[in-house]
């Protein structure tokens, strides 16, 4: 139809249920009609060009408003149109160019809460020239997990969650997906970006669902949220690593670096000095030697707990751990090497059982006897000064361990006791003067040859065990030359018993406590076999403890038993020698020296030779003590000996009365002081008997043997004393520097050096002086051992040297002169026998 003069139309919630097209159809020769209004009219169907149909509406219309209707499509746009209404249709479909159109015209384009049937278009103008998306957020629906943008152009009205929703909308924080398609993050989950996924929280770690930052993800306690490698993690902060019980713990504490949050106990690296005693482990021990450990593991050289052995490829050498030549010793040398064992072990056993004469076979010149004066006192010495040597290293290295946790304080030492010990560089060479086959092993370099462990396991067993089998080889010597066993054997005991108990408590010692005296619980391990715990239940633990206990038995109890059997028996023979006493009285211008019985009787029960050896013995003694200096001749008439007095020997200017202890001269009378002599007179007089009772008891195999050993006494009674320092040496070497085993090594030192002093039981005075020095030594190393105190303990060692040293300015003494007296008259004896006289010198010998 056809209105001329139509300008307007409205049909604005007219029910009209048509076709768009129909209704353009009705008014399209309307030349002046420019708007047109149909919004919720039911209208369907697309908006057609108005140009195909040439009608004048293509040029007229300048406003269209089709809202709340269902048009499906817009074919063209008028040129002189200016707003075009779609909102609220549901799909709207634009022909290509139309959207350009409309944004070039400036239509003001209305397409709110409808969506397009095809997005290509609109896309291909996201261009940034046509159109642009604001910065500000349009709308936002929290609910459904999305924010949208609207345009730039305000000639361009769109519901941006349905007009290129995924261009110009996002998922919120806390939601995953594009667009409008939002999925809400789950628990335990996050998402701190818009149109992200969600990423997972840390291990560990928890929050609630929709969590938009990686700080709602709550870490266990005392953790915190850390990145590392562009990866979340839980962990605790600086300084700080997570323990087996899921707490932070100070690094600091536990010895472990921590330079960076995150940090595992069980792996994060010890600091220098410590290692850990089994891998993936969180606590790490402090070595016993700093030079031992670096900063993640053993130094270059060392192997196994607490870094404590050498690894392979390397030996032993004082403490440490050097490389094996790059050539080790061929079987050839081994051979050699083996070889000269065995023959200096041959030489030894020959050297201890050649018989070697006591007496002088002839007066010796004054130059060779004041020599035999002085190596007599100093061979006496030696094994003294041996012993101290001995129980010194002994009491060094117990030092560094303790074998009892309870005992060990929970604070220790400000220095663990491991790394002091290691500062005395003389210890080595010290504990060699053991004369264990531990302390020559070493030396040996076996561990360059064969395997370190085995060597050490080997070495181990033969220490205690080496002793006992050259004590048994003494016991097959016996059989063939009586005597002869028996006397090497009890040499043997002298040199190797304390070497041979101290490698026996080796075998059980263990390693309690590391550097710093912090108990290793379940990792302690046995000291010379590392490889080894304490606790053990393998087949080479079960060898290490029958090796040990039973060296332990033959050690602690056999030896000293059959050495308390020399007691009895010598206890036995000298009953006889006992029972005498000699009498000095005065004859003329001389004196007679006689025998009288001690027994109901009265009666002297000897053979004549018998009679003579004891008298000999009694003045001897009597000359010795009072007639020092002085010249006499001797006669013999039947059971009575004569003693005159010819003056100052001839070859000595010595004046006797200085002899007689000037501190006693100050401190006694004169009456006091021949009572003194007469009781030293009569000890020397029954040494002597002894003597001459062990000379004649040929069938007495045990104690003809033990002959040697009961000289060193001044009475064979005293051979106790040989018991009494083997369960000595026994519990010093298996004692600990602990608060107890220090309390128990201070006591046992400081009995023995009263027992000694008190009992005076050696028959050279000068080492009952030296040997009581000796254990007061040894309660002063065992004073500085425990407090760290290294020049206590090295002065203790020093000072018997340096009172041996002055011993030797005065060797003889009245014991020692009266055996060589007796060994010179017993020479003569036939002559005196005979009624012959005998002269003779009796003269101490002294450098100062």
Not at 169 to 192: D, M
Not at 311 to 340: D, H, M, N, T
Request: charged residues 20%; glycine residues 6%; aromatic residues 8%.
């Amino acid at each position: 139809g056809t209105f001329p003069a139509l300008k307007s139309l409205d049909f604005s919630g007219s029910p009209l249920n048509g076709n768009l097209t129909d209704l353009l159809k009705l008014v399209g020769l309307s030349r002046h009609l420019h708007t047109i209004e149909a919004s919720g009219c039911q209208l369907t169907g697309p908006f057609p060009d108005l140009g195909d149909w040439k009608s004048p509406l293509w040029t007229s219309l300048g406003k269209v408003a089709l809202q709340n209707n269902d048009i499906t499509w817009v074919d063209a746009i008028p040129p002189n149109l200016i707003v075009l209404d779609l909102s609220r249709n549901p799909q709207v479909g634009l022909t290509t160019g139309v959207l350009k159109q409309a944004l070039d015209q400036g239509v003001y384009l209305d397409l709110q809460d409808s969506s397009l049937l095809d997005e290509g278009p609109a896309r291909e103008l996201m261009d940034g020239r046509h159109l642009r998306m604001s910065s500000y957020i349009e709308m936002s629906k929290q609910a459904k997990g999305y924010e949208c943008h609207q345009f730039l152009t305000e000639k361009l009205r769109v519901s941006p969650d349905r007009f290129l929703p995924d261009v110009l909308c996002q998922c919120l924080p806390g939601w995953e997906g594009n667009g409008t398609k939002c999925v809400k993050c789950p628990e335990n989950f996050f998402n701190a970006e818009s149109n992200s996924t969600c990423k997972k929280c840390p291990k560990d770690s928890k929050s609630p669902a929709a969590s938009t930052s990686p700080d709602a993800c709550s870490c266990p306690s005392g953790q915190e949220i850390f990145r590392l490698n562009e990866t979340l993690q839980c962990g605790c902060r600086q300084s700080f690593a997570l323990g087996i019980s899921g707490d932070c713990l100070e690094c600091e504490e536990l010895k472990l670096q921590c330079p960076q949050p995150g940090m595992k106990t069980w792996r994060a690296k010890p600091k220098a000095g410590y290692v850990r005693m089994e891998s993936n482990s969180s606590k790490v021990y402090l070595c016993l030697s700093a030079d031992q450990c670096n900063s993640q593991n053993c130094s270059a050289g060392f192997a196994g707990p607490l870094c404590v052995d050498c690894a392979a490829g390397y030996r032993p050498v004082r403490g440490s751990c050097q490389a094996c030549s790059k050539e080790p010793p061929s079987r050839f040398f081994w051979s050699i090497l083996a070889a000269g064992a065995l023959l200096s072990l041959i030489g030894l056993l020959v050297y201890l059982c050649l018989p070697r004469s006591a007496a002088l076979a002839a007066p010796a010149p004054t130059a060779a006897l004041k020599w035999k004066v002085l190596t007599d006192l100093a061979k006496a010495q030696a094994p003294v000064l041996l012993q101290l040597c001995q129980l010194w290293a002994a009491l060094a290295v117990l030092s560094s361990v303790t074998r009892s946790v309870e005992t060990t304080s929970g604070e220790g030492h400000e220095e663990g006791s491991n790394l002091w010990i290691s500062t005395f560089w003389e210890l080595p060479y010290v504990e060699t003067l053991q004369l264990s086959l531990n302390a020559f092993k070493d030396s040996m370099a076996l561990q360059c040859s064969y395997d370190g462990a085995r060597v050490r396991f080997f070495g181990a067993l033969a220490a205690p065990l080496l002793p006992l089998l050259i004590l048994a080889a003494c016991g097959i010597l016996e059989v063939p030359y009586p005597t002869k066993g028996i006397s090497a054997a009890l040499k043997v005991l002298t040199l190797l018993f304390i070497g041979g108990a101290s490698s026996c408590a080796n075998l059980l010692s263990c390693q309690y406590v590391d550097g710093a005296d912090e108990p290793l619980a379940e990792h302690a391990f046995r000291l010379h076999m590392p490889f080894l715990r304490c606790r053990d239940d393998s087949w080479q633990a079960l060898w290490v403890d029958v090796v040990a206990y039973s060296s332990s038995f033959v050690y602690g109890l056999f030896i000293p038993l059959l050495l308390l059997h020399l007691f009895t028996r010598q206890h036995l023979l000298m009953r006889s020698c006992r029972s005498v006493a000699a009498v000095t009285q005065p004859e003329g211008a001389g004196m007679a020296v006689s025998l009288q019985s001690l027994t109901a009787d009265g009666k002297l029960s000897f053979e004549d030779s018998q009679l003579r050896g004891r008298l000999v013995a009694a003045c001897a003694a009597r000359l010795a003590v009072s007639q020092q200096g002085r010249r006499l001749k001797l006669r013999m008439m039947k059971d009575v000996v004569f003693l005159e007095d010819l003056g100052p020997s001839s070859g000595s200017s010595f004046d006797g009365s200085i002899e007689e202890s000037m501190v006693a001269n100050w401190i006694a009378s004169e009456e006091e002081i021949k009572s003194g002599l007469a009781v030293r007179c009569r000890g020397i007089a029954e040494m002597l008997m002894e003597r001459r009772v062990l000379e004649e008891a040929r069938s007495e195999r045990t104690l003809t043997g033990a002959k040697e050993i009961f000289y060193k006494y001044a009475s064979c009674r005293h051979v106790w004393m040989e018991v009494f320092l083997k369960f000595v040496s026994v519990s010093l070497v298996s004692s600990d520097v602990g608060d107890f085993g220090f309390q128990l090594s201070l006591s046992v030192c400081l009995v023995t050096a009263a027992t000694i002093a008190l009992a005076r039981p050696y028959a050279q005075p000068q080492v009952n002086t030296l040997h009581s020095s000796c254990f007061a030594s040894l309660a002063m190393a065992s004073v500085g051992f425990y407090q760290h105190l290294p020049l206590l303990s090295r002065g203790a060692l020093l000072l018997p040297f340096l009172i041996a040293a002055l011993q030797l300015l005065r060797p003889d003494s009245a014991e020692a002169l009266s055996v060589r007296l007796f060994d010179e008259l017993m020479m003569k004896v036939e002559e005196l026998k005979d009624g012959k006289e005998v002269s003779l010198d009796v003269e101490l010998w002294h450098f100062l």
